[in-house]
């Protein structure tokens, strides 16, 4: 007799913002973007200035419910809010430990709002900012704890030199990795250049659409993302680097994230295969090892099989098994109310939705 369920260990989004979860339905822009910058400037950093301690938190609890329906079980998380820094990586860890899920948190420090908190170019050989100095205290902070964390830094082209060497002495110091934005678009093709110096394996370099030159790290492809935003097919199997995949705060299913791994890339030359995509997919486990011993269980009887999942949009989760606990047990959270979590979460939303309204 066969089965019609399956087991997997749990996912890893090996790139997220939770608070990204609060985004759907926001206003839109006042100034249509013409180019991902202007989607940064008029959308997310308007956006990430205007979180607070209750968005934070509801905006994670949130995120987290989503990933363990869909199998993930681990988050790496980049956050950033330049109003409400101090706490936030506590705040994550909170809301995601009363949900059940695994998350590895960092602070992204960016020098690009000046000590007056303008949005500013940023100079490398300017100095760091005030806001860049609270973030990097925020992380050390939270790294002291000794709960799993990165360091995070924006992206080169929004950072000081002396940020990106603060940043990259701290996660040396702690011995993580640097969780980065990297040539995601075409403001910061060659930011390689500048970081070449710091990164090493323990790096999460993101996006890499725009990246000229190797450096050392785990590459985090975010497809979705990337086609939402138009900067182009980051053609990531052209570098040796391990592959991972992230959402890039869309949501945590990774499983539709890997479908459209498998489609982009198909796309881009047809002899792509999704067992390709299918180890990128799976490479999350080794950033996160801990995944390997949770239990996941699909309804469908050929997890094991790129070729099949590929093809299968039906694909659902019905329990997880996170450090030994069934965290969702026949399609629901057994730690948390998820009605609950979502009127909390809504209530963050209008709150968000509205102080970006009133934003110049």
């Known amino acids: 007799m066969t089965t019609n369920t399956y087991t997997t260990t749990g996912l890893v989004c090996a790139h997220h913002h939770l608070y990204s979860s609060l985004a759907r339905g926001m206003p839109a822009p006042k100034v249509a973007p013409h180019h991902f910058l202007s989607v940064l400037e008029n959308v997310w950093w308007k956006l990430d200035a205007a979180l607070d301690h209750d968005m934070i938190y509801w905006s994670a609890a949130l995120g987290a419910a989503e990933a363990l329906l ?118 910061d093709r060659g930011a390689e250049k500048r970081l070449n110096k710091y990164a090493n394996d323990q790096w999460l370099i993101v996006h890499g659409v725009h990246l000229q030159e190797p450096i050392a790290g785990t590459i985090v492809h975010n497809p979705r993302s990337n086609m939402n935003n138009a900067v182009g097919y980051a053609r990531p199997s052209q570098w040796s680097n391990r592959i991972a995949l992230g959402s890039d705060g869309i949501d945590s299913n990774m499983m539709s994230e890997f479908q459209l791994a498998f489609v982009a890339g198909r796309a881009d030359n047809i002899s792509f295969s999704p067992e390709l995509a299918w180890k990128w997919l799976w490479n999350g486990s080794q950033l996160v090892p801990e995944t390997q011993s949770d239990v996941v269980t699909w309804n469908y009887p050929h997890m094991e099989s790129a070729w099949h999942v590929a093809y299968t949009t039906s694909v659902h989760v019905t329990d997880v098994n996170v450090n030994n606990e069934y965290v969702l047990r026949e399609g629901k959270l057994t730690k948390v109310d998820l009605g609950e979590i979502r009127r909390k979460a809504e209530e963050q939303s209008q709150r968000l939705h509205h102080a970006l309204a009133m934003s110049a």
């Open 70 to 187: 869909s199998g993930t079980t681990a988050i790496i998380d980049h956050h950033e809010s330049p109003n409400c820094i101090e706490g936030s990586l506590e705040t994550i860890y909170a809301a995601c430990s009363e949900v059940g899920i695994r998350v590895v948190p960092c602070y992204g420090v960016t020098d690009r709002w000046s000590d007056d908190g303008i949005l500013q170019q940023v100079h490398p050989s300017s100095a760091m900012t005030r806001a860049a100095q609270i973030g990097l205290k925020e992380t050390e902070q939270y790294l002291v704890s000794g709960k799993p964390a990165m360091v995070g830094v924006h992206a080169a082209f929004t950072c000081t030199d002396e940020t990106l060497e603060a940043a990259a002495q701290l996660a040396n110091q702690y011995n993580t990795g640097v969780h980065i934005h990297v040539a995601e678009g075409l403001d």
